[in-house]
């Protein structure tokens, strides 16, 4: 693990890495610790967004998800400490958007050729939800239907936050952790982030500045498909199981990055109806159509949408 | 914890061009995977047999036959590659310990088409542009939310390299 060294705080030092990870660019950026603190502490993020990767892949057969995938059916399956709080974060979402939010949507991401069939686990039931999984004492989880959870909708936030965690004590003066557009930002200046919206050349482009916040983007757009006459992509509505954000490219703010990661999916499918949801959690979400333009939804933080002309 | 999203009108901002997001040099990335350690430069060029079985045993493309590679005062590898996806290009180093182990993978540049963002010159043309948006943009957008790129192609990039480490490098 990381032992702090001498602090030393200084603005022009900057160190940005990246490497391939969670199926993805992850990216880490310091500001104000020499080279060799900076790349210290960028060693205990990335680790940080490894263990992620190795407890919560859907692709990896020793992976906690994998696990469960085969044998929670069962019989009750422990999982890492790390697993069962993005599970019960997942849930809870779940619950909270009436199961518009569900990890047990992988059956469908399956059968679209989204993600790969997982090895040694039986064929879901169509008709399992969130509803069908129990959180056990000790950290365990078991299913009551045959169904397959798939984690891609929430961890990549939760790896985000759990870098940002274990990068904290190296005392950056500014840090963000990016993986593919799910990113935290935290320290003293403020971060501009582009929202890459598909616009047509004319329309105005989005920049977000933030401090000390999470961010989040989904969009259906450039992952289209066909599977046979339905339309087909990597965000499924939990209740209709019909893709999701075909159309529309959302991002939402919240105080943590996996939360602002699961709340995109419940935005896409539910645009306003979804305010309720995002003021629990303190979030803000912007909605983005071509036809229609930006949208503010929520604003539980201070809200200032500018047009500047 | 404070937020705003600043709506720019398209004019104010240059033509989206081909970039770079630079990350490492490939020294700093040397002394990240490898601290401490000297490199000595043993690139290889790859013969046609060579590359045929490569492609065989990697299962992955083979762009060049020339593959840049340095020892390392540890007894490692260092091997710089570039692979490319649809809209974007990679350069990546990965460092393979004595015992033939990944001890790292660091991406160097990530070139794409709006990464253009972050480059200053982008940047010199928005501050002309008005007062009031040089003021609010001052410094850059370091950050892009809504991109995910794919990182298969890497992965086929590091069987390849790993590959070409079992069968040449480690026997050299």
């Known amino acids: 693990m990381y032992s702090p060294r001498t602090p030393c705080i200084s603005r022009a030092d900057s160190t940005e890495r990246a490497r391939p990870l969670l199926g993805t660019t992850v990216s880490i950026r310091l500001e104000g610790l020499p080279r060799a603190c900076a790349n210290d502490a960028i060693d205990c993020g990335f680790a940080a967004v490894e263990c992620v990767q190795r407890l919560m892949s859907f692709h990896e057969d020793a992976s906690d998800v994998s696990r469960a995938n085969r044998d929670a059916l069962a019989r009750p399956v422990q999982v890492h400490p790390q697993t069962y709080a993005v599970l019960r974060q997942a849930q809870a979402i779940a619950e909270e958007s009436a199961g518009v939010f569900d990890i047990c949507v992988a059956g469908r991401l399956v059968e679209w050729g989204i993600l790969p069939p997982p090895r040694a686990a039986g064929p879901p039931d169509p008709g399992a939800s969130w509803r069908d999984i129990e959180l056990g004492p000790e950290y365990t989880l078991r299913f009551h239907r045959p169904l397959w959870i798939d984690l891609g909708g929430i961890a990549k936030g939760y790896a985000v936050d759990r870098a940002i965690e274990a990068i904290a004590p190296a005392g950056a003066w500014q840090c963000v952790v990016n993986a593919g557009g799910d990113l ?56 209709t199981g019909s893709v999701i954000g075909a159309r529309s490219f959302v991002s939402v703010i919240a105080p943590t990055c996996v939360v602002a990661d699961a709340l995109t999916k419940v935005v896409m499918a539910q645009r306003r109806r979804a305010l309720p949801v995002l003021e629990r959690h303190g979030a803000t979400a912007y909605w983005h159509s071509q036809r229609l333009g930006w949208r503010a939804i929520g604003g539980a933080a201070p809200l200032s949408t500018e047009q500047m002309q | 914890m404070r937020f705003q999203l600043l709506l720019i009108p398209p004019a104010l901002i240059a033509p989206a061009v081909v970039q770079a997001a630079n990350y490492l040099t490939l020294e700093q990335a040397q002394q990240a995977i490898f601290p401490g350690e000297t490199f000595t430069p043993a690139d290889l060029v790859l013969g046609k047999e060579q590359v045929e079985e490569l492609l065989r045993v ?92 794919s990182v298969e192609h890497i992965t086929e990039g590091v069987r390849r390299v790993l590959a070409t480490h079992a069968l040449y490098l480690s026997r050299g």
């Open chain 1, 184 to 239: 935290r930002v935290a320290g003293r200046a403020t971060e501009r982030v582009l929202l890459d919206a598909e616009r047509d050349p004319g329309d105005a482009v989005a920049v977000l500045e933030i401090e000390n916040l999470g961010v989040a983007s989904s969009s259906g757009l450039r992952h289209r498909r066909r599977h046979g006459d339905r339309a087909a992509g990597p965000h499924v509505h939990g209740r």
């Open chain 2, 58 to 149: 990697s299962r992955s493309p083979v762009l060049r036959s020339r593959v840049r590679a340095w020892k390392t005062s540890g007894g490692g590898w260092f091997v710089l590659d570039q692979v490319y996806g649809r809209d974007d290009r990679i350069t990546y180093v990965i460092g393979i310990d004595a015992s033939g182990a990944v001890r790292g993978i660091e991406i160097l540049v990530c070139d794409s088409g709006y990464e253009g963002i972050r480059n200053p010159r982008w940047l010199g043309q928005f501050y002309g542009a008005t007062h009031a948006v040089a003021g609010a943009m001052a410094g850059t957008i370091a950050n892009i939310s809504g991109t995910t790129l």
